[in-house]
């Protein structure tokens, strides 16, 4: 084997004892992802058999609501960076005061959430709805879009919660509670879906229920939120040989001024990049609708799937954001170094697993829809669009989370929200409003444009700017 295999070898693939820490971390938060994504798969298809309008409806509602799930985690996030470096420390005072501090981001971001949601609705769904829709068809989409957000809204706050409990279970390596509570609230979910969204027509003893459509969709995500906060809440408080970092969490409110200072300067930069980065995702989708209300359905058929075979991505940004937080809380810059390169090899060769079977099914999935067959050939087009540029997504995903764990968060900011805001949006709102390019060509564009990102990425990597240590000790 010659020197440069060797060094590559060396580099990108680690040892059994690297691996063994790894799954340990990614394992429970695929089993996570995946049920999270596949009932969001499955609920898609429920609301596709009501009817495409319907389905749009709820997509609209859900990219808004997104925005604010995304606010949330991009904030409790750069808290995060702390919690996890705490934990690698064995701090876990430290710890503590960052659940104190997540509790409070989270309280300031439901009052902000539930005011612009309840202020405005009507203004942001119109949004969705291109001009040339036909009025009844507009304002059936509409009334649909109206009762599930103002039932979602209900789901806010438990949300919120579970995501201040579950982060910071994660972020000291604990991630198969946050697994146990979010499959149970799946399970909770998929059943209440199906027998609200099309009524249980007697199959319960002593119970009946009506067929409720969107609005049973949004009861069934409300309750299973719900579910999932409590058990995360009860067992924390209630294990405390298990969860030290709990107890005592709520004897005082206080945090001291200087770690808060640097909260707030660290994290405000992701809490930014969240919600434009997230706002940007309505824009785009918005571009999108321009070409039509089949469009946004064809949309949100490819998200939907996208991030059920997303799952092993979406997990191993938050496993290297544990690993090489705790390295670099812990002092152990080597140890991080020599594991930065492997993850991202981890991170890529299970993307292109992946990528290969979304592709080889891409054409098939959308047949489980009730939609028109001009849709479900969109859809088609869009999966295999995603399945083909996944790769380039993995890579640049692991860029923005290496740079995260060191606390790097401006840079992160720039790399993440601005290349959206400063090249992808310009470019999709000119090409859509301005030209005449058709939906997959202008599609295909927009995803291929995060190469340059994976280039930039590689350079910050590969120079180190993200290894810093963030904690006092």
Same mark, same amino acid.
């Given at each position: 084997?010659?020197?440069?295999?060797?060094?590559?070898?060396?580099?990108?693939?680690?040892?059994?004892?690297?691996?063994?820490?790894?799954?340990?971390?990614?394992?429970?938060?695929?089993?996570?992802?995946?049920?999270?994504?596949?009932?969001?798969?499955?609920?898609?298809?429920?609301?596709?058999?009501?009817?495409?309008?319907?389905?749009?409806?709820?997509?609209?509602?859900?990219?808004?609501?997104?925005?604010?799930?995304?606010?949330?985690?991009?904030?409790?996030?750069?808290?995060?960076?702390?919690?996890?470096?705490?934990?690698?420390?064995?701090?876990?005072?430290?710890?503590?005061?960052?659940?104190?501090?997540?509790?409070?981001?989270?309280?300031?971001?439901?009052?902000?959430?539930?005011?612009?949601?309840?202020?405005?609705?009507?203004?942001?769904?119109?949004?969705?709805?291109?001009?040339?829709?036909?009025?009844?068809?507009?304002?059936?989409?509409?009334?649909?879009?109206?009762?599930?957000?103002?039932?979602?809204?209900?789901?806010?706050?438990?949300?919120?919660?579970?995501?201040?409990?579950?982060?910071?279970?994660?972020?000291?390596?604990?991630?198969?509670?946050?697994?146990?509570?979010?499959?149970?609230?799946?399970?909770?979910?998929?059943?209440?879906?199906?027998?609200? +969204?099309?009524?249980?027509?007697?199959? #319960?003893?002593?119970?009946?229920?009506?067929? &409720? /459509?969107? %609005?049973? =969709?949004? @009861?069934?995500?409300?309750?299973?939120?719900?579910?999932?906060?409590?058990?995360?809440?009860?067992?924390?408080?209630?294990?405390?040989?298990?969860?030290?970092?709990?107890?005592?969490?709520?004897?005082?409110?206080?945090?001291?001024?200087?770690?808060?200072?640097?909260?707030?300067?660290?994290?405000?930069?992701?809490?930014?990049?969240?919600?434009?980065?997230?706002?940007?995702?309505?824009?785009?989708?918005?571009?999108?609708?321009?070409?039509?209300?089949?469009?946004?359905?064809?949309?949100? +058929?490819?998200?939907?799937?996208?991030? #059920?075979?997303?799952?092993?991505?979406?997990? &191993? /940004?938050? %496993?290297? =954001?544990? @690993?090489?937080?705790?390295?670099?809380?812990?002092?152990?810059?080597?140890?991080?170094?020599?594991?930065?390169?492997?993850?991202?090899?981890?991170?890529?060769?299970?993307?292109?697993?992946?990528?290969?079977?979304l592709a080889l099914c891409s054409k098939l999935i959308p047949s489980?829809?009730?939609?028109?067959?001009?849709?479900?050939?969109?859809?088609?087009?869009?999966?295999?669009?995603?399945?083909?540029?996944?790769?380039?997504?993995?890579?640049?995903?692991?860029?923005?989370?290496?740079?995260?764990?060191?606390?790097?968060?401006?840079?992160?900011?720039?790399?993440?929200?601005?290349?959206?805001?400063?090249?992808?949006?310009?470019?999709?709102?000119?090409?859509?409003?301005?030209?005449?390019?058709?939906?997959?060509?202008?599609?295909?564009?927009?995803?291929?444009?995060?190469?340059?990102?994976?280039?930039?990425?590689?350079?910050?990597?590969?120079?180190?700017?993200?290894?810093?240590?963030?904690?006092?000790?």
């Amino acid at each position: 084997m010659s020197g440069t295999l060797l060094k590559a070898k060396y580099t990108l693939i680690g040892d059994r004892a690297f691996y063994k820490r790894v799954i340990a971390i990614l394992i429970p938060i695929v089993i996570q992802n995946t049920f999270t994504n596949a009932v969001s798969f499955v609920d898609n298809i429920m609301i596709g058999r009501i009817g495409e309008i319907e389905m749009s409806a709820v997509a609209t509602v859900n990219q808004l609501l997104f925005v604010f799930n995304l606010c949330i985690f991009g904030g409790l996030s750069g808290i995060g960076i702390f919690t996890a470096q705490f934990a690698g420390a064995k701090d876990s005072a430290g710890v503590r005061r960052t659940v104190r501090a997540k509790n409070y981001l989270a309280l300031a971001m439901l009052a902000i959430g539930i005011t612009v949601f309840l202020a405005f609705p009507e203004t942001l769904i119109k949004l969705y709805i291109a001009e040339d829709t036909k009025p009844e068809v507009a304002e059936l989409m509409m009334g649909h879009a109206l009762d599930y957000i103002y039932i979602m809204l209900i789901g806010l706050a438990p949300f919120a919660i579970s995501q201040v409990y579950g982060s910071t279970l994660r972020e000291e390596g604990e991630t198969k509670l946050p697994m146990i509570g979010g499959v149970v609230a799946i399970l909770v979910n998929l059943v209440l879906n199906y027998i609200l +969204i099309f009524g249980n027509e007697g199959k #319960l003893p002593f119970i009946t229920f009506a067929p &409720m /459509g969107v %609005a049973g =969709a949004a @009861i069934a995500t409300v309750v299973s939120r719900y579910v999932e906060m409590l058990l995360l809440v009860i067992i924390t408080h209630t294990r405390k040989n298990k969860y030290p970092s709990f107890v005592g969490v709520y004897r005082t409110a206080k945090i001291p001024l200087p770690l808060c200072k640097d909260m707030i300067i660290k994290g405000s930069p992701l809490l930014i990049n969240e919600f434009l980065w997230s706002f940007g995702q309505a824009i785009l989708l918005q571009c999108y609708s321009v070409r039509g209300l089949e469009c946004v359905a064809a949309a949100n +058929i490819s998200s939907t799937v996208l991030n #059920l075979f997303n799952v092993v991505c979406f997990s &191993m /940004g938050s %496993a290297i =954001a544990i @690993i090489l937080g705790q390295h670099l809380g812990a002092d152990e810059v080597e140890e991080a170094k020599s594991s930065v390169w492997k993850l991202f090899a981890l991170s890529i060769a299970s993307c292109l697993f992946m990528s290969t079977a979304l592709a080889l099914c891409s054409k098939l999935i959308p047949s489980f829809y009730d939609a028109s067959e001009y849709t479900r050939d969109l859809a088609g087009s869009m999966l295999f669009i995603v399945a083909c540029t996944m790769p380039i997504f993995a890579f640049a995903h692991a860029v923005y989370f290496t740079l995260r764990s060191g606390g790097k968060t401006l840079l992160t900011f720039i790399f993440d929200c601005g290349f959206t805001w400063g090249v992808t949006i310009p470019f999709a709102y000119i090409t859509a409003h301005h030209t005449s390019m058709g939906i997959i060509p202008l599609y295909l564009c927009v995803q291929l444009l995060d190469l340059t990102k994976c280039i930039v990425g590689y350079f910050l990597i590969k120079k180190g700017i993200w290894i810093n240590r963030i904690i006092s000790d």
